[in-house]
């Protein structure tokens, strides 16, 4: 018997998790940093009942699915694609960014097109987030209330998403 006042939550970090990229972002305005990688970690968690393992999820199946995202992003440039000033087109070889008078080109496959107006760990925690709901949205059901994704930009400066489920 499940008690009406307890909650449940499942944690997940692992070494694994540990994915090294590069960007570049703006902030306070105009200032638009050098590009530079950090070896970002993440963090997951989900919220919900027990299930009849009295599994929130089972922990397997939640790495798996943040790993199977953090691997395409791992040694790749993340770039935005809703910056109002950082815009990146692609040819069929080549992927431009530029910044008023700056400009960066890389290989269409060192390169990962985000949906978000700035590389901001946050940013990349919301997509984190809804990437690993869309892939395990099958498995896990609809009973659980919300998936939480904590990205490390450097050492302990964390951006954190929580989204319903
Ligand atoms: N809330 C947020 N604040 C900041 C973010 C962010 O994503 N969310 N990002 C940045 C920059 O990307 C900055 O490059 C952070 O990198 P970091 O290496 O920590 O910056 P430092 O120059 O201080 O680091 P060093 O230790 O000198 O390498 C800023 N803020």
Avoid at 93 to 105: G, I, L, Q, S
Avoid at 115 to 127: C, D, F, G, Q, S
Avoid at 138 to 152: C, K, M, R, T
Wanted: a negative charge.
């Amino acid at each position: 018997m499940q008690s009406s006042t307890a909650t449940f939550r499942v944690d997940v970090t692992k070494e694994q998790f540990v994915f090294s990229a590069a960007h570049f972002i703006t902030f306070a305005g105009d200032i638009c940093e050098r590009i530079h990688g950090h070896n970002y970690g993440v963090r997951v968690a989900v919220e919900g009942p027990l299930d009849e393992n009295r599994y929130v999820v089972d922990f397997i199946a939640l790495r798996d699915a943040v790993l199977a995202e953090t691997s395409q992003w791992d040694h790749h440039i993340l770039l935005p694609t809703k910056h109002k000033e950082i815009l990146v087109s692609s040819d069929d070889k080549e992927t431009t960014a530029r910044f008023r008078d700056r400009r960066w080109v890389f290989p269409n496959e060192d390169c990962i097109l985000l949906p978000v107006i700035n590389t901001t760990a946050e940013e990349l925690a919301r997509v984190l987030a809804e990437q690993v709901r869309e892939r395990t949205g099958d498995a896990f059901g609809n009973a659980l209330s919300w998936i939480e994704v904590a990205v490390d930009e450097n050492h302990g400066q964390w951006g954190v998403c929580r989204l319903p489920w």
